[in-house]
Antibody
Framework: EVQLVQSGAEVKKPGESLKISCKGS????????IGWVRQMPGKGLEWMGI????????RYSPSFQGQVTISADKSISTAYLQWSSLKASDTAMYYC????????????WGQGTLVTVSS | DIQMTQSPSSLSASVGDRVTITCRAS??????LAWYQQKPGKVPKLLIY???TLQSGVPSRFSGSGSGTDFTLTISSLQPEDVATYYC?????????FGGGTKVEIK
């Protein structure tokens, strides 16, 4: 069974750094892209970017390029989303998700990680 | 980058009604279009991919159509459990942008 398990909720102050994780299991981690999706409170879904753990090829949405870093450690089947300096506007739920064998639509989703940035 | 525009942003309909949601791409995306359902407080769920292919386990009252720039999601007979926000997403190439969402409520 394919599973994506994300790290727990975080409460941070503006200016702090953060790295959240998404551990894949039940499939070949290096063979599928993993994407990150943001959902700000009461708002819609925003596609942030995607990484192919096999070779670390990464694509970002222009809206998030330079604002976050997506990475992966294939030795432990884990993808990451990180910030070097958080802002209050980074407060959101963040989901990781994986496409299917036949296309880049997102079939499997993590449970979400709530990030709260507040002074 | 290609923009995805959904309409309406919200709707209210009675149980049993036929509901149609529209998604428009700013450029042609062939049939690389998916629809998701997100119930309040829950993780999004894939409903339809390739514009019209129903994901396994999704009730047959859901259907999708369209190609190129104009797409629709139809619920043939709205049920109480369909209360949710629905999103379209293009996935032909990065960035795989979502539409703004359509909130569906029961009248």
């Amino acid at each position: 069974e394919v599973q994506l398990v994300q790290s727990g909720a975080e409460v941070k102050k503006p200016g702090e750094s953060l790295k959240i994780s998404c551990k894949g299991s039940g499939y070949s981690f290096t063979s599928y892209w993993i994407g990150w999706v943001r959902q700000m409170p009461g708002k819609g879904l925003e596609w942030m970017g995607i990484i192919y753990p096999g070779d670390s090829d990464t694509r970002y949405s222009p809206s998030f390029q330079g604002q976050v870093t997506i990475s992966a450690d294939k030795s432990i089947s884990t993808a990451y989303l990180q910030w070097s300096s958080l802002k209050a506007s980074d407060t959101a739920m963040y989901y990781c998700a994986r496409p299917d064998d036949y296309g880049d639509y997102l079939v499997y989703w993590g449970q979400g990680t709530l990030v709260t940035v507040s002074s | 980058d290609i923009q995805m525009t959904q309409s309406p942003s919200s709707l209210s309909a009675s149980v049993g009604d036929r509901v149609t949601i529209t998604c428009r791409a700013s450029q042609g995306i062939s049939n690389y279009l998916a629809w998701y359902q997100q119930k309040p407080g829950k993780v999004p769920k894939l409903l339809i991919y390739a514009a019209s292919t129903l994901q396994s386990g999704v009730p047959s009252r859901f259907s999708g159509s369209g190609s190129g720039t104009d797409f629709t999601l139809t619920i043939s007979s709205l049920q109480p459990e369909d209360v949710a926000t629905y999103y379209c997403q293009k996935y032909n190439s990065a960035p795989c942008t979502f539409g703004g969402g359509t909130k569906v409520e029961i009248k």
